[in-house]
């Protein structure tokens, strides 16, 4: 009997088996067949489309950031002349970093401008010279002194940071041709700094703090650093 029923089974699989196959071979199995590769190819061609066009925004978005702040990578610098004055940096010859510290770092940069332009009068005058200058550009000073306290007395040759005005004047944002009340820097600036391009005073140089510093008030001293 079991033998009996085992073969039944067997034959009754077997059947079912060629009716799938007959099945699979009718018309309506093949439409079915290829209307879901039809909907298969057009999920590929979907997602495809999708990570393509991904793809293309984010090369937009970077395109977009590099155009507008490529120009942050370069900072324009101003060469002066610049008198170690001992009194002002190290009144008694110590050496000592702490000392050299407290010195008027300030007020040698500021020597310097009116050594620079000698014809410039008036306390008005002086400050707009004063802030052709980064403020930045003393702890810059300061830092170099105390890392090289034997320059105290001499007379270097030094590339200080321009003020934003300044810098943004000579990447062309601001515009040269409208009335000096339209704009962030004076007729007086700009022949000051006309003065220096011609002597090759005046040169954009790699942004280096751009990529180390953080956030500050003023922007010629700012950074991604604490972005």
């Known amino acids: 009997w079991r033998c009996t029923s085992y073969k039944n089974t067997e034959s009754n699989m077997s059947d079912m088996a060629q009716g799938r196959k007959r099945d699979s071979n009718s018309p309506g199995a093949i439409a079915h067949l290829r209307s879901r590769g039809a909907v298969e190819a057009r999920f590929r061609a979907y997602g495809i489309g999708a990570i393509s066009l991904s793809m ?109 005005d300044v810098d943004m004047l000579l990447k062309g944002f601001i515009p040269r041709d409208v009335p000096e009340s339209d704009r962030r820097i004076s007729d007086k600036q700009m022949g000051w700094v006309d003065a220096l391009i011609a002597d090759g005073a005046i040169e954009k140089k790699f942004n280096t703090r751009f990529f180390t510093a953080g956030d500050s008030r003023e922007p010629e001293l700012a950074g991604i650093w604490g972005a």
Do not use: C
């Not at 002066?80 to 110590?94: H, I, Y």
């Not at 810059?140 to 034997?150: C, G, K, R, T, Y």
């Not at 320059?151 to 030094?158: K, R, S, V």
């Open 56 to 164: 293309a925004f984010l090369v937009v978005l970077f395109a977009t950031i590099f155009s507008n702040a490529y120009t942050a990578w370069e900072q324009t610098h101003i060469r002066l002349s610049v008198t170690l004055d001992p009194e002002r940096l190290d009144p008694q010859g110590t050496g000592d970093p702490e000392v050299i510290r407290t010195g008027d770092f300030g007020g040698v940069l500021k020597a310097s401008l009116r050594a620079r332009f000698p014809d410039v009068k008036g306390r008005r005058d002086k400050r707009s010279l004063y802030a052709i200058v980064s403020p930045g550009a003393a702890f810059d000073f300061q830092n170099l002194v105390i890392a090289s306290p034997e320059l105290i007395g001499t007379t270097q040759e030094m590339w200080l940071v321009a003020s934003d």
